[in-house]
């Protein structure tokens, strides 16, 4: 089983409906983030949680919302989605005094 | 602040020569860097990284990136490329503020010929 699982793995949505990505992990890792994948431009940081009760915003929060409900669990909404939040999205984690980041395998969300 | 380039963004090669993917830092303070690789509809997955120990630095699957001061680099080689190979790469540059933000580049894409 993967140690970071995300959920779903794709997803087409419409413009303006709210859609939550999940994402899992049996690391045991304190510090959980949130990227987006766009052809050409890497990985984008849109926000990090360094534990339960930390959460910070990355370089692309605007139209984001994140949850950390546990040390484990960390999801992603988009409140209203719109087209050019069409993207792969990745979930990564890392151990708090560690440096590799250790990703998900993606989940690709279309708006339509 | 820091940055990352890759300088390519795609490579092609035929299968059992060298590769050369290459990337150039900034950094105000000594970076943490790393390669990853995407392969087709997977997530990263961490190839090596440099973390002011030696500045050769071996990885996974014959690659191997060496740290140059000098000339801000972190190049990325492989003596004998395989079809397996073909993926895309990603160079990344650590934040040293404390955060462990990670600055990714853009990516180079490497194509393997039979």
């Known amino acids: 089983d993967a140690d970071v699982t995300q959920t779903p793995r794709n997803r087409i949505t419409k413009t303006g409906k709210r859609i939550m990505l999940e994402c899992s992990q049996t690391?045991?890792?304190?510090?959980m983030y949130w990227y987006r994948q766009d052809p050409g431009l890497g990985l984008r940081l849109i926000y990090y949680?360094?534990?339960?009760?930390?959460?910070n915003k990355g370089e692309i929060s605007d139209g984001y919302s994140v949850s950390r409900q546990a040390q484990a669990k960390f999801s992603l909404s988009l409140e209203s989605a719109i087209p050019n939040q069409t993207a792969l999205y990745f979930c990564?984690?890392?151990?708090?005094?560690?440096?590799?980041?250790?990703f998900g395998e993606g989940s690709w969300l279309t708006v339509v | 602040a820091q940055s990352v380039t890759q300088l390519d963004s795609h490579v092609s090669v035929s299968e059992g020569t060298p590769v050369l993917l290459r990337c150039n830092y900034s950094?105000?303070?000594?970076?943490?860097l790393f390669w990853y690789v995407q392969h087709p509809n997977k997530g990263l997955q961490l190839l090596l990284k440099?973390?002011?120990?030696?500045?050769l630095v071996k990885g996974i699957n014959g690659f191997e990136a060496e740290f140059k001061k000098s000339e801000t680099s972190f190049h990325l080689t492989k003596p004998s490329a395989h079809m397996s190979d073909a993926a895309e790469y990603f160079c990344?540059?650590?934040?040293?503020?404390?955060?462990?933000?990670?600055?990714f580049g853009t990516g180079t894409r490497l194509k393997v010929l039979a």
């Open positions: 990564a984690t890392q151990r708090q005094s560690g440096n590799t980041i250790y």
């Open positions: 690391k045991g890792h304190d510090r």
């Open positions: 949680s360094f534990d339960v009760k930390d959460i």
């Open positions: 950094s105000s303070y000594s970076p943490s």
């Open positions: 440099y973390t002011s120990a030696a500045t």
């Open positions: 990344v540059v650590s934040s040293t503020s404390g955060t462990y933000k990670y600055i």
